[in-house]
C-alpha cells in the first residue's frame, strides 16, 4: 500500500485566479494519477503523470487549464488555472502501486467563487 | 471502448440483511475490475479486485464480488450489512494499458 497525502485539504478561490495543489506519496512510485470529482459525481481521470516524461492528458483536459509537474518519485502537483465556478470539484491524486492497484490521496475540495 | 455501468444509483437495506450492488462491464478483453468505497468526506478505500485469477474475491470487511464473464458483471456482494457500511461505492474497470474508467456510483444506506 501507499500513503498518500494532498495539500491543501480545502480551498475557496476566486475565479480567474490559480490553486496549485500538491501530492506527496510515502513510497516511490512510477505512475501518478489526477482526477477530478464534480459534485454528487463520479471520478474522471484528468492525466497521468510519470517522472521525467510530460504528463498525458485525457480527452478533455488540457496543459494550459491543467498544469502537471512531477520532478520526482513521490511527489506530483495539479495546478487549476483561470478558475470558474465549473472547475468546483475535488480533486485527487493516486498512485499506481501493485497489480494495477491505485491508492488514492484524500483529495482537495476546491470551490470557485 | 470500455465502460462500466452500476444499475443502481441508491440502494437502501437494513442493518444485518445481504447487500448487493450491481455492476456491468463493456470490453472485447478480459478486463481488471475493482471495487472502491468512499465514506463521506473520506479518501478512496480499494475493497476488492479482479485481475484474471480466482473468478469469486473476497476483500475487505466482509465485501466479495465474483466475475462472470458471460454475464460482463462483476457484482459486491456481503452477507450482513453493518451500519458503518454506509457509503458510496465504485466499480472501475481497467483494461490491460489503458486507465481506470469508473462508474457512476452506487451510494448504500443502512437503515438500523
Known amino acids: 500500500s501507499a500513503v498518500i497525502s494532498q495539500k491543501p485539504s480545502r480551498d475557496i478561490c476566486q475565479r480567474g485566479t490559480s490553486l496549485t495543489i500538491q501530492c506527496q506519496v510515502d513510497?516511490?512510485?512510477?505512475?501518478m494519477f489526477w482526477y477530478r470529482q464534480q459534485p454528487g459525481q463520479s471520478l474522471t481521470l484528468i492525466a497521468t503523470?510519470?517522472?521525467?516524461?510530460?504528463?498525458?492528458?485525457e480527452s478533455g483536459f488540457v496543459i494550459d487549464k491543467f498544469p502537471i509537474s512531477r520532478p520526482n518519485l513521490t511527489f506530483s502537483t495539479l495546478t487549476v488555472s483561470n478558475m470558474s465556478p465549473e472547475d468546483s470539484s475535488i480533486y485527487l491524486c493516486?498512485?499506481?502501486?501493485?497489480?494495477?492497484?491505485?491508492?488514492f490521496g484524500p483529495g482537495t475540495r476546491l470551490t470557485v467563487t | 471502448a470500455q465502460s462500466v455501468t452500476q444499475l443502481d444509483s441508491h440502494v437502501s437495506v437494513s442493518e444485518g440483511t445481504p447487500v448487493l450492488l450491481r455492476c456491468n462491464y463493456s470490453?472485447?478483453?478480459?478486463?481488471?475490475l475493482f471495487w472502491y468505497v468512499q465514506h463521506p468526506n473520506k479518501g478512496l478505500q480499494l475493497l476488492l479486485k479482479?485481475?484474471?485469477?480466482?473468478?469469486l474475491v473476497k476483500g475487505i470487511n466482509g465485501f466479495e464480488a465474483e466475475f462472470k464473464k458471460s454475464e460482463t458483471s462483476f457484482h459486491l456482494t456481503k452477507p450482513s450489512a453493518h451500519m458503518s457500511d454506509a457509503a458510496e461505492y465504485f466499480c472501475?474497470?481497467?483494461?490491460?494499458?489503458?486507465?481506470?474508467?469508473f462508474g457512476p456510483g452506487t451510494r448504500l444506506s443502512v437503515l438500523p
Open positions: 493516486s498512485v499506481e502501486v501493485q497489480d494495477y492497484e491505485q491508492y
Open positions: 503523470a510519470n517522472q521525467g516524461s510530460e504528463a498525458t492528458y
Open positions: 513510497s516511490q512510485v512510477t505512475m
Open positions: 472501475v474497470v481497467l483494461l490491460y494499458g489503458q486507465n481506470f474508467v
Open positions: 470490453s472485447s478483453y478480459s478486463p481488471s
Open positions: 479482479y485481475t484474471s485469477a480466482a473468478t
